[in-house]
Structures are given as C-alpha cells and as structure tokens.
C-alpha cells in the first residue's frame, strides 16, 4: 500500500487542522492506521491509531482529547483532526499502515509509511 500525505501548513496557538492520508490498493479496509509525528532533533513518536474497521482508536497522552482520528474506507482515506494545536505539536506527521485488525503504538509495528506533512504552529 502506498500512503500520501497532506494537510499539514503554519497555524497559530489554539488553531485546528485536519490531516489527511490517502491510501492506494483495494484493501484499505485490512489495514489498521496510524499517525506519528517527528519534531527536530526527536524521535518519531506514536500520535493516534485506528482499527482496520473504524471501530476501535487510541491517542498519546499528550493530544487525547484534542485530537480526533477517523477514517472513510469507501475513499481510502484516515484523517487526523487536531484542535487546540499547541506549539509543542509541531512536527512532521506521518501516517503509517499495518495488514491487520488491531494498530500498535510503536513504529515497527508498521511496514507502510506516507512522506509526512509539515505542521507549525506558532505561539
């Protein structure tokens, strides 16, 4: 499967973006998603995951219940909502795939990763 990213760009304190991964294949609906993000000088860090049926999602601490992962499988596609962005969000977030049911929170855990979109978010 291959994974496009986007939505990423420049947004101030308390600000709200959606993020978008577009996947290709005609099994999107076997893959459980994830986001992760890297700022400059981390390591890349688990974000949020999504079952491969929608059912099931699971956040980081740190944007439980700002942020909002969600998927459309008739379009192939997971979104992250995030709210209330913080300046200590900004990172390159990347979404990432796994042929099975259930995500993983490490990065390992995922064969499939997108190119990463940029989010800044300025105080």
């Known amino acids: 499967v291959q994974l496009q990213a986007s939505g990423g760009g420049l947004v101030q304190d308390g600000a709200s973006l959606r993020l978008s991964c577009a996947a290709s294949?005609?099994?999107?609906?076997?893959?459980?998603m994830g986001w992760f993000r890297q700022a400059p000088g981390k390591e890349r860090e688990f974000v949020s995951t999504?079952?491969?049926?929608?059912?099931?999602?699971y956040y980081a601490d740190s944007v439980k219940g700002r942020f909002t992962i969600s998927r459309d499988n008739a379009k192939n596609t997971v979104y992250l909502q995030m709210n209330s962005l913080k300046p200590e969000d900004t990172a390159v977030y990347y979404c990432?795939?796994?042929?099975?049911?259930?995500?993983?929170?490490?990065?390992?855990?995922?064969?499939?990763w997108g190119q990463g979109t940029q989010v800044t978010v300025s105080s």
């Open positions: 294949g005609r099994t999107f609906s076997s893959y459980s």
């Open positions: 999504i079952t491969a049926s929608g059912w099931a999602t």
């Open positions: 990432a795939a796994r042929e099975s049911k259930t995500g993983v929170t490490t990065t390992g855990g995922y064969p499939y």
